[in-house]
């Protein structure tokens, strides 16, 4: 059965990453600012290639990576594997 899948999914594994990344995400940001990370976010997968999506994930550390949202900084190395 897995075979198949990854035929037919061959990037079903980075999907399923970026759903866990996208929920930690969401659980580091306050519930008000949410929907802004998460938009912000998805600009980084959206990208045609990849300096592009790096820029991009660079603005979302520098925009989310404030004062009051520290807990981003420990995590830009483990964020950064899903590129």
Not at 11 to 19: E, G, I, N, P
Not at 57 to 74: C, E, I
Request: charged share 25%; with cysteine; glycine share 2%.
């Amino acid at each position: 059965m897995k075979q198949p899948l990854i035929e037919a999914y061959p990037k079903a594994y980075f999907q399923r990453r970026l759903v866990y990344v996208m929920r930690n995400i969401c659980v580091k940001v306050r519930v008000d600012d949410r929907e802004a990370a998460m938009n912000n976010f998805k600009q980084v997968h959206q990208q045609a290639n990849k300096t592009e999506a790096v820029k991009i994930l660079h603005n979302f550390y520098a925009k989310w990576g404030r004062a009051s949202y520290q807990r981003f900084k420990g995590n830009r190395i483990r964020y950064a594997c899903i590129l």
